[in-house]
DNA sequence: TTGAAAGCGCTAACAA
DNA sequence: TTGTTAGCGCTTTCAA
């Protein structure tokens, strides 16, 4: 590795003068100037971000913690973050925390001490008592696990609700809701959603409402033990698009057709459902915004720290397509 | 942040006291060292990881750079490179190159700076010119695109020939191929391996041979197209699972049954596969382990550079499922 | 067994 | 307009 030191001998000229035309501060002669971009040119000079992070107590690095990038809904997010990283300037690191505190804890600590600028955060375990103890600025996204934190997501509630109604529009008679874990914020929000519109029917009971963990082979499971208890359902609403599709195999099992013989929705938007047959009705977040929106204020405070926390919630949208039909 | 010289004042020693009991290394006497950990304890003393790789020249980073996250082949590639990483104290970062010979540059630039201790790259696009620069270790996974670097595959011929085999057995009369883009290596294998089965049938024909660049429209366009073309195909072997996923929609689309009127396999084996209607029959390629003994085999060269260069290539496995059935 | 001090490569006062 | 130098926090010789 070439050092600014081997440049600025070469330039005939003081480091300090290789580091102003580096970083276009304070005065530097043209003449000047032209002789060190000439040496940085010949010598294929890079400066050290290592030593500059030092210095800086920045390292131009962002973190995302996710639970898992193997679940599709987050690999989208990620995208999203890692471009606005880059068009900033910023290296982004990825970290998957598998739901557990502890991993948290230790990406948490492992990341202050490589000195990251900023943290965007999905999760559902960690608490302000642990957040306090981080002196870079932090996004809480999707979930809301921290309220003194900025915090990006979508309207899960209404969005629960548009889900809820289109199954009522259709004239489903019993409306189901698998929900994800029980401390994630938006599986609470989407269910109050879901009961905001059912829970005067005359039908409804909480019997109704079973958990499928955001998780394909769980909410398969808990589906299938739900239908054969409770035939009379005919209208399920997914708490995300994964459940979605555990949903549609398990009803295959059971020998029953989507939309025939009940229609479900899902929520989030991912491709994957519009790869399951039949195709997936669902509540749609914008989920690249909300990925690129947290990402843009985490900059905004990182440039500024005392610029006031926000919240951002972004509407949801109702996308009908296969698995939801007007009943009757 | 508290430093080295704040533990080292509390304690009664030097820093490089401090630095050998958080080192291990050198003589400590027992008293002083628990004088130490004691002033640590109390501090909350972390280590500054960016002093730390300014001396050493190393950061404790390895990066991983993929075609793009979002292709839910990657995801489960990134998750065992990561979990490699960890576990042997490694921060991990993850780069999305959309295929762009610029972004691979840029990454390759900006990592360098930042001191990455090694790379792991699947590419199609950069060439041993580029990867020459770089004088930190490199293993290339999934694609080979300099043979000067150590590289971790799965068979391809031999899973494209599995491929073929099996729908030759099931009496599939006239096979085609769908395959990857043109410069990926694994393109060209697989394609090869399909030759190898059906280059001597009296049906054969190049014509048979299109390209879907790995991608879910595209290859659900050419299929289309191709069907409409050639509706003498009955057996269609695509390069990844993703375009198989687009494959049933094409035949969906064109008002066929899969796997009545024509069988489809697909590669890769990723769990989008077992989501479709109906399920992909596929060669699965142990994503996990590839990422794993990439993370692995890099680290050793960390460790040791000048250990030899190795080409781990994986054996693949053909999984039956709904899409393949016998014919006649 | 411990400490003093140089130095990793850079930036930014401060001086000239 | 440019140069000298201290120092970011750490590790590691070298000396004591």
Chains 1, 2 share one sequence.
């Not at 081997?6 to 005939?12: N, Q, S």
């Not at 990006?152 to 994800?180: F, P």
């Not at 029980?182 to 109704?208: C, H, I, M, P």
């Not at 994964?242 to 479900?264: C, F, N, R, T, Y």
Request: charged letters at 25%; aromatic letters at 6%; a negative charge.
């Amino acid at each position: 590795m070439v050092t600014i030191r081997e440049v600025a001998k070469r330039a005939g000229v003081s480091v300090a003068t290789v580091s102003r035309v580096l970083n276009k501060k304070g005065y530097v002669s043209p003449k000047t100037r032209e002789k060190v971009e000439q040496s940085i040119h010949d010598l294929k000079y890079k400066p050290n971000d290592v030593a500059r992070s030092l210095f800086k107590g920045k390292s131009k690095m962002i973190a995302l913690l996710v639970p898992d990038i193997m679940n599709p809904f987050f690999p989208e997010l990620a995208r999203s973050v890692e471009d606005i990283c880059n068009s900033y300037g910023y290296t982004f690191v990825l970290c998957n925390t598998d739901h557990s505190i502890e991993k948290e804890l230790a990406y948490l600590n492992a990341l202050q001490q490589k000195s990251v600028d900023g943290l965007i955060i999905v999760s559902s375990t960690l608490t302000g008592e642990h957040t306090k103890e981080i002196n870079v600025p932090i996004i809480s996204l999707d979930r809301t696990f921290d309220t003194n934190l900025s915090n990006v997501k979508s309207n899960n509630r209404q969005g629960a609700r548009l889900a809820a109604e289109h199954l009522k529009v259709i004239d489903c008679k019993v409306i189901a809701h698998i929900t994800g874990p029980e401390n994630a914020s938006n599986t609470e929000e989407r269910k109050q959603g879901y009961l905001d519109v059912v829970k005067d029917e005359e039908w409804f009971s909480t019997d109704y409402i079973v958990s499928g963990d955001y998780n394909m082979q769980k909410a398969k499971d808990a589906i299938k033990k739900l239908l054969l208890e409770h035939p009379e359902i005919d209208g399920l609403f997914v708490g995300n698009d994964v459940m979605g599709a555990g949903a549609l195999k398990a009803i295959e099992e059971l020998e029953m057709q989507v939309p025939h013989d009940i229609s479900i929705i899902g929520f989030d938007g991912i491709s994957l459902g519009e790869t399951t047959t039949p195709t997936l009705t669902t509540v749609a977040q914008p989920i690249y915004k909300m990925g690129s929106r947290a990402a843009e204020l985490l900059i905004e405070q990182i440039n500024d720290p005392d610029i006031p926390k926000k919240t951002v919630e972004f509407p949801v949208e109702l996308i009908e397509r296969q698995s939801t039909r007007k009943r009757r």
